[in-house]
């Protein structure tokens, strides 16, 4: 393996951790839903109510 692209394998390596983890959980949260256990909304962003905008005044 030439030194000058042995800085790639670990980043290949983490991307392809990353998504094996995302199949794995999709896998599962589409699981739970059809189980029952768990509705198809449940994975989603619940708001969180209003938006304050913060800013500093002087």
């Known amino acids: 393996m030439p030194t000058s692209t ?3 394998w670990p980043v290949i ?3 392809a951790l990353v998504f094996s983890i995302y ?3 999709m ?3 589409f699981g739970a839903v059809r ?5 198809a909304h449940d994975g989603r962003r ?5 938006h304050r905008r913060m ?3 002087p």
């Open 6 to 8: 042995a800085i790639f």
């Open 13 to 15: 390596a983490q991307v």
């Open 23 to 25: 199949f794995l959980m």
């Open 35 to 39: 189980a029952g256990t768990a509705k």
């Open 27 to 29: 896998k599962r949260r």
């Open 55 to 57: 800013a500093v005044r």
């Open 46 to 50: 619940q708001p969180s109510g209003r």
